[in-house]
């Protein structure tokens, strides 16, 4: 079982750069497929970027794709999530997830979570 904190929300202007961390303790990060997912107020959860357990491959939703990157830090044991030229449309509560099987997009198929990460970008 794998335990999930995410820090580095925060409040930002529109165009702003924001890193958000999801710290992971009681398994390794390489062991999961790891995801970032959001939740704006009224909405469903969506997803937002995800990088495979084995190769490393990375996969975005199309509306971060180009500004947001997902990486894995196997020696902290982290898995960033690096938010550039942030819009008031990305503002939600993150999520970051972990999945014992191959990469999904789908928020039911993930099976540890953390808490959330608040961003709000204003404009």
């Known amino acids: 079982q794998v335990q999930l904190v995410e820090s580095g929300g925060g409040l930002v202007q529109a165009g702003d750069s924001l890193r958000l961390s999801c710290a992971a303790s009681?398994?390794?990060?390489?062991?999961?497929?790891m995801g970032w997912f959001r939740q704006a107020p009224g909405k469903e959860r969506e997803f937002v970027a995800a990088i495979s357990m084995s190769s490393g491959s990375t996969y975005y939703a199309d509306s971060v794709k180009g500004r947001f990157t997902i990486s894995r830090d196997n020696a902290k044991n982290t898995v960033p999530l690096q938010m550039n030229r942030l819009k008031p449309e990305d503002t939600a509560i993150y999520y970051c997830a972990a999945r014992r099987l191959v990469v999904s997009t789908l928020a039911h198929e993930y099976d540890y979570w953390g808490q959330g990460t608040q961003v709000t970008v204003s404009s």
């Open positions: 009681g398994r390794t990060v390489s062991r999961y497929t």
